[in-house]
């Protein structure tokens, strides 16, 4: 589905001004990059992305075309780890953050 114009420029107003909600945004998509969930991954650091750092700054972080890395998290992209992983570090510095994974015991 969809995000109407509205909706985006209101995600994106509360992440400018709100940093617990701008980083949970992060959180939850390395989360569901964890899960394996990569296409919802994506979805939503494009979402982060556009609501915080934009592409074509990022562009320049990265030396790369922001066109380029617009289609990576895009629905047919297919982002290698190294390039995940070169985002996410430039995202966390952004943030002022550094994410790390915790264990916890899975029931089968």
Same mark, same amino acid.
């Given at each position: 589905?969809? =995000?109407? &114009?509205? #909706?985006?420029?209101?995600?994106?107003?509360?992440? +400018?001004? %709100?940093?617990a909600f701008r980083r949970a945004m992060l959180?939850d998509a390395i989360s569901e990059l964890l899960?394996? %969930?990569? %296409?919802?991954?994506?979805?939503?650091?494009? %979402?982060?992305?556009?609501?915080?750092?934009? #592409?074509?700054? =990022?562009?320049?972080?990265?030396? &790369?075309? !922001?066109? !380029?890395?617009?289609?990576? #998290?895009?629905?047919?992209?297919?982002?290698?780890? +190294?390039?995940?992983?070169?985002?996410? &570090?430039? =995202?966390?510095? +952004?943030?002022?953050?550094?994410?790390?994974?915790?264990?916890?015991?899975?029931?089968?």
């Amino acid at each position: 589905m969809a =995000l109407t &114009k509205e #909706f985006r420029e209101t995600v994106q107003q509360r992440a +400018q001004k %709100d940093t617990a909600f701008r980083r949970a945004m992060l959180i939850d998509a390395i989360s569901e990059l964890l899960t394996g %969930d990569l %296409d919802t991954a994506k979805s939503m650091l494009r %979402d982060y992305i556009n609501a915080t750092i934009t #592409f074509e700054k =990022l562009a320049k972080k990265l030396h &790369k075309n !922001s066109k !380029s890395l617009q289609r990576m #998290f895009g629905p047919s992209g297919n982002p290698t780890a +190294q390039s995940l992983c070169t985002v996410i &570090k430039v =995202l966390q510095k +952004q943030e002022g953050i550094a994410l790390q994974v915790n264990s916890k015991n899975h029931k089968k």
